[in-house]
Every structure is written in C-alpha cells, then in structure tokens.
C-alpha cells in the first residue's frame, strides 16, 4: 500500500467523495445515513491509511467501510427500536462485491443521484438546493447565501425533498429511454437556472457570481460525461461559451461593460474553442434542441473580432429556428436586437414594441433595457428616459442600477 498524508485524504475527499456518496445512498437507500456512513468512513480513513498505507481502491474502501459503520450505527439504534432490525438484516445481507464497483458503476450512481435529486415530484427550490447539496457538495449556508435564503430555510427544502423521495417511494435510478427526454430537461433546467443566476445575479451587490456559474459547469461537464446527449452538450458549450466572456464583462469597480464594447482580449481563449466543438458535436447528431441554438448563437459571438463584424444575418437566422421550436417571446425579444444591429435600430424598435404591446414580458427587465437602449440610440430621449426608469424599478441588482442611473444622467446631459 502506498503512505498518504492527511493533505493526499483531503484530495481523495475532494476528487471522490461525491461519487461514494451516490453509492452509499444506493446501497443504504437513505440520504442522511448514507451522509453519515460518508463521515464516517472518511473519519476510518483519516486515522488508518497514514498508519497502513492507501488502499488499492480508495473509493471501494470508503463504501465498503461506510456500509459497515452504517450497519453499526442502525445496530445500535435497532436496541431501541425493533423495527430497525429488518433494516440491519438487509445491509448485512448485501455482499461486499456489491458495493465494489469499477468506474461505469460509479458513473451510474452518479447520474441516478442527479436524476434524483431533479425529479419533478419536487419543487424547482428543492430540485436545486438538494442538488447543490447531494451532487456538488456545498453547504446550507453556501447554498443559503447564494439565493438570499436564511440557513434554516434552505435546510428546510433539503430535509423536505428527502422526505418526500422516501414517503412517495422515488426510484433511485436513470429514468427509461422513453422517460428520458422529459426527465433530462428537468435536470438542464436546473443546471441552466444554477448558470444563469451566477451569471447574472438576481440581486444583491455583484452582476456576476463565479462561484455559481462553476458548480453550473461541473454539473454540466458530469452529465456530458455520464450521458453525452446532445442537449447535454449543447448546454455545456452555452455555459462554456458564456462564461469564456466573464473577465470582460465588469470593470475592476464592477460595474457592467456591454458586450459590444468589451476587451475582447480578456475573452478565455480555451473556452470558447471548447464551446465552439461542442456546438459542432452537438449539431453533428442532427438533432435541433434549444440549448445547441443558443450556445450556435454564443458561438458566432464569441468567435467576432468586433461588434461590427459579428455576422448579424447568422444571429437573426438561428433566433428565427430557435423562436420556431419554443415560441418564446424572450427568444423573439433577443432576435429583436440582433436585427437591430443588423438592420439598424428602428427595425428592432418596431419588433420590441410589439411584443410589448402585446401585454407580454411587460415585467421583464431586458425587455425595458433594450427598448431604452434602442431609443437612445435614435434619439428618442423621452421614450429613452422612460424605459431607463422602468427598468431601474425592475432591477434588484446593484450593477444594473448603476448602470441605468448613468444612462439615465446622460440623457439629461
């Protein structure tokens, strides 16, 4: 066996944990014990391996150790309580090749934990807080801080979902082919609303949270491993792509520099040429899906020298296929100001308006933002000023109150 130190357990905990934890909930069927037996076994390994030497298999170690002090601790409750003792002659039955697994087993357990934790019998906020939890490991308090929720309250939807997966008999699995395309857009779904609120943050101080839009990407990248679908992979370019323009979007005082006037230097060269093959990989499947079009429409951005020679007509192109699949009057409001640039501020005017006029995304922030930005631009100062306001009443986001508080002070300039 090879000596490890506690700093070479602390990177095993970091590189494995989360995959024995997916193992042990298998084999335990329990969230919290199988959160115990996790603590358990890593607290065994940090007394045993410096005095006998890494295991062969540390992760088959830690599951193997974990089900064994689980089987104790239920043993020592079963004294109290009868009913435990069905459940102790269950684990004990469980042989140890059963929980011995090679990399494709880990991989499975992985991808029925994400699958799980998103299932649609819960709710968005407890899809997301258990999956931050259980999959990525964060704490109550990191989640709690990063939805400007309390502690306890986070706590709370985590305790009710795993109630909830146990009394209404969840399956830990991978849902069936037929299954699969529903249940896979409810896990995208949660991954891509993680992004977006790291990307741009809803509220509170800074426009951008690094922090977020990583534990976004490590979801992505894992499920792209474990099930590289194409709408697995297109999410993952979009996010790549997206988060490749990061340094550039703010300025060291944080407030927001517009895409059409960021240093493009700052842009993260090996992001974008690894969204940009993603894109391509995805589209090879001949598959359309919305996350491969939007991330295709990232990818003509981030691969533009300038503002001015970013091919518009490509943009306008691929919004008019995405708004086809999703009749979203959001996608319509993007592709409203591509064509603005593409045919000039006007033209994207008349389509903003319109679907303003319509009633909808009358409280949609963007939606105000481009119009005030798009009359600016034609010098429609009122209608400008106007817009400005309503999308500083809309805005709970520091940064972005800033920055139309400027616009605003240089219409009256």
Not at 183 to 199: A, D, K, M, Q, S
Not at 247 to 264: C, F, S, V
Request: proline share 4%; hydrophobic share 40%; charged share 25%.
């Amino acid at each position: 066996m090879t000596q490890v130190t506690n700093k070479g357990i602390a990177e095993i905990y970091r590189r494995e944990s989360r995959g024995v934890l997916a193992t042990l909930i298998r084999v335990l069927g329990d969230f919290d014990l199988a959160e115990d037996a996790l603590a358990d076994a890593f607290a065994a390994a940090v007394e045993q391996w410096p005095r006998d030497g890494l295991p062969k298999n540390p992760a088959a170690w830690l599951v193997t150790t974990g089900r064994f002090k689980a089987i104790d601790r239920i043993r020592r409750k079963a004294r109290f309580d009868a009913s435990l003792t069905e459940v102790v002659e269950r684990l004990g039955g469980t042989s140890v090749a059963a929980v011995e697994w090679d990399g494709e087993d880990m991989k499975d357990d992985r991808l029925r934990l994400i699958f799980t934790c998103c299932h649609p019998a819960l709710s968005s906020e407890a899809q997301l807080a258990l999956t931050l939890r259980e999959v990525c490991g964060l704490t109550t308090e990191a989640i709690a801080s990063a939805f400007l929720a309390t502690p306890s309250t986070i706590a709370q939807r985590i305790v009710r979902a795993k109630r909830k997966i146990r009394d209404a008999g969840i399956p830990y699995e991978v849902p069936e082919r037929r299954d699969l395309p529903e249940r896979l857009e409810n896990v995208l779904g949660v991954i891509y609303l993680l992004f977006n609120e790291g990307y741009s943050t809803s509220a509170g101080e800074a426009a951008t949270r690094p922090d977020l839009t990583s534990e976004a990407i490590y979801l992505g990248r894992l499920l792209a491993d474990l099930l590289p679908e194409p709408e697995v992979l297109g999410l993952l370019a979009l996010m790549l792509l997206h988060e490749s323009r990061r340094p550039a979007r703010t300025t060291e005082q944080g407030d927001l520099i517009l895409l059409e006037e960021q240093n493009r230097t700052l842009w993260n060269r090996e992001l974008i040429d690894e969204g940009s093959a993603l894109v391509r990989r995805s589209l090879e499947s001949g598959r359309v899906d919305a996350y491969t079009l939007q991330a295709a429409i990232a990818a003509v951005h981030s691969n533009a020298e300038s503002a001015e020679e970013t091919d518009w007509t490509e943009i306008v192109g691929l919004y008019g296929v995405l708004l086809q699949l999703t009749e979203s009057p959001v996608v319509e409001l993007n592709q409203a100001v591509a064509l603005a640039m593409r045919d000039g501020p006007a033209a994207g005017l008349a389509r903003v308006d319109a679907i303003l006029n319509r009633g909808e995304l009358g409280d949609y922030l963007p939606a105000h933002a481009a119009r005030a930005e798009l009359c600016r631009r034609l010098g429609r100062t009122e209608a400008a000023r106007a817009s400005f306001e309503r999308a500083l009443q809309l805005t709970q986001q520091e940064p972005q109150r800033r920055y139309f508080e400027r616009r605003l002070q240089e219409l009256q300039n």
